[in-house]
Every structure is written in structure tokens, then in C-alpha cells.
């Protein structure tokens, strides 16, 4: 499925804090917008896994995505790897975005952080021809510049610089 515009977190609510509202207004502009959640914030103070999916169901209906999707990396953690960054580059192939917004490259929270320079290097990769990767049915997925990448910054604000 071909998205204009893929916002990905690393816990289920950081996409809605950080750029909720540049989606629904890109939406009601026409585009088509996914998320991926990188892990179910099992490490989250407030709130079980199970709690933070139907949360997370219930944003995407009221923001109007298209997609949610999550990967299911251990909360707290998940490493910027070969491993993850394998998993995040099949996901970005199989929705192509033209956009990806991502967690900020450092943050106070080391999740946040770690998550930004794994999702920025993940786009570059997804990229390579070299780097093969399969979708969900065994078919080789296409390679290519999918997305320029922007940084959710702090709740509630987007970063105007994109890499």
C-alpha cells in the first residue's frame, strides 16, 4: 500500500503527541498517512499492552489513517541494529512513503533517541538495491528513495528540519 506520508514511534501514543495534528490536516488534504509504533511501550508506567492497542486503534480511526502497524520491538530495549533496522526497512518498503516523520535523534528519553538515528537510518537503507528484503507473501521488495525524513519533535510541535 503506497503512502504519502508514514509517522513512526516508538511507543504506541508518541506519534499522536508528536504530530497528530499535521496529520489529520494532511488527510483532510487528501494525502494517505500510515503508523508504524515501533514497540507496545510494555515498560510504560500507566496502561497494559493491551490497554495501549485499543488506544492505539481507537487514534488511528479518529485521526484517518490508513495503516497501523506495530513491530513489536522490546520496549526500552530494542538496539539500532542490523536486526531492527532490517525489520524497520521492510516496513518502509512495503508502504513507500513520500514523508516520514520519526522521533527526534536525541531526547531525554533514551527510547526517543534511539529510535530517531534507527528510523533515519532505516530510511537511508531502505534505499539500497543491495539490501534485499521480502514482504509478508516471499515477494522481493522494491528498493528506492522512500521518503524524506523529518523529526517529531517534543509533544506537540514537528520539526522543520528534515535530513
Known sequence: ?????????????????????TLIKEIQNGKKA???????????????????????????KILGV????????????????????????????????????GNVLIDRHPDHGRAGNLISDACFLSGLAKIETKDDEGNTQKSGAHGTFCNICRIGTMSLNCL
Open 66 to 101: 490508513s495503516a497501523r502497524k506495530n513491530l513489536k520491538m522490546r520496549d526500552g530495549f530494542f538496539k539500532n541494529d542490523e536486526e531492527h533496522q532490517l525489520l524497520l526497512v521492510k516496513a518502509i518498503r512495503k508502504y513507500q512513503p513520500d514523508i516520514i516523520l
Open 34 to 60: 500510515g503508523i508504524i509504533d515501533l514497540t507496545q511501550g510494555e515498560l510504560g508506567t500507566r496502561g497494559t499492552i493491551e490497554t495501549r492497542y485499543a488506544e492505539a486503534a481507537a487514534a488511528a
Open 1 to 21: 500500500m503506497k503512502l504519502d506520508i508514514l509517522a513512526i514511534g516508538v511507543h504506541p501514543d508518541d506519534v499522536e503527541l508528536g504530530c497528530a495534528g
